[in-house]
């Protein structure tokens, strides 16, 4: 995420891999440091029962990674042919049964849910996922566009490659999508 005036920007792009494997020896060999090893994540998207959130293209999402639980705002996208750029405000909860509680009672219903295996790296101030999901292998990379671009490239990716889609669009259209 980049700051910019009082707002967390959050740049990124996805890029689909065959061999996710070959794809995580690549990014070591380049010098990127592994933050976290291959975990589960399961991921539920929250909206009021109106679809505003939807209507926005925002999504408040909870996420579980092990025993920890992250509350996630992202707002609505902005205008850009290659990279999705939107403002995203992350917080750490203590307990996620509390926080599923607290959404519920604000008026908020879980809409949609997906899992994955992630892995996490560091290459400067470039963030690195390597996603394992229902619709397949994907690198996310999530930094400076820049930054992106030259690392992309560095490991033979050109932005024809770059995919804006979020993880609810690319299950979507593979039918692998659950519906809470």
């Known amino acids: 995420m980049e700051r910019s005036n009082k707002d967390v920007l959050e740049i990124e792009v996805k890029i689909k891999v065959e061999d996710p494997l070959k794809v995580k020896e690549k990014i070591l060999e380049l010098g990127a440091t592994l933050d976290r090893e291959r975990h589960f994540e399961k991921n539920t998207l929250f909206d009021f029962s109106s679809a505003s ?25 902005r205008k850009s042919r290659k990279f999705k750029i939107r403002e995203e405000y992350e917080t750490e909860l203590k307990n996620g049964r509390d926080g599923e509680k607290i959404l519920r009672n604000l008026g908020l219903q879980p809409t949609l849910s997906y ?10 101030k470039l963030k690195l996922c390597l996603d394992e999901t229902a619709a397949g292998a994907f690198l996310e990379l999530e930094g400076k566009q820049s ?9 033979g990716y050109s932005k024809l490659e770059f995919i ?5 669009q690319l299950l979507s259209k593979e039918g692998k999508l659950l519906k809470d």
Request: without cysteine; positive net charge.
């Open 53 to 77: 959130l939807f209507a926005k293209k925002q999504a408040l999402r909870l996420r579980t990674a092990g025993k920890k639980h992250y509350l996630t705002f992202k707002g609505t996208p």
């Open 115 to 124: 899992s994955k295996h992630r892995t996490t790296f560091r290459f400067r």
């Open 147 to 155: 930054d992106i671009v030259r690392f992309a490239g560095s490991l």
């Open 164 to 168: 804006k889609e979020d993880y609810i």
